[in-house]
């Protein structure tokens, strides 16, 4: 799946329910890019007009137990470009220092060139973070609780 833009690359940042991109650094991406997003991160994101993306990654730089396999980071850095939350663990990148390899939306993750995917965690020596197949349902949160007046 390479990056055309409008037609394969989402163009806006998406509402709750709508669709951002799934990234993969390239050969091509700059070495500071590459150290501030770091290894084995995951990257979601839409395209510019003026030919660049708007990332956000996620990278689990403090080790938080919830966020272990890619797709956990995947889906809190999809929670944070979806919110538009303040974050440093975003920016504006080139188009050609990322190949697109998926969607990601409110209900899932769909990964469409599972091969890039697994040499950027291979790379990074994040294999064991690797999602187990090519689509990955969210589990929605349960209902909230009743509460019975007595």
Known sequence: MSITMGQDLPLERPDAEGRAALFVPTAAIKEDVLQTIRKG???VGFGNHDRTLTI????????????NKWEQKA???????VDNLPTVSKMTVKLEHFEQVGYI???????????????????SDAL????????????????????VAE
Not at 56 to 67: A, D, K, T
Not at 128 to 147: C, N, R, V, Y
């Open 75 to 81: 889906r809190k850095a999809y929670e944070r470009l």
């Open 56 to 67: 956000y990654y996620e990278s689990n730089r403090f080790n938080e137990p919830g966020l």
């Open 105 to 123: 939306n409110g209900k899932g993750i769909t990964l469409r060139r599972m091969a890039s995917l697994m040499r950027w965690l291979e790379q």
């Open 41 to 43: 991160a995951a990257v």
């Open 128 to 147: 064991d973070s690797a999602p187990a197949g090519e689509l990955i349902q969210f589990t929605p949160p349960p209902p909230p609780k009743k509460i």
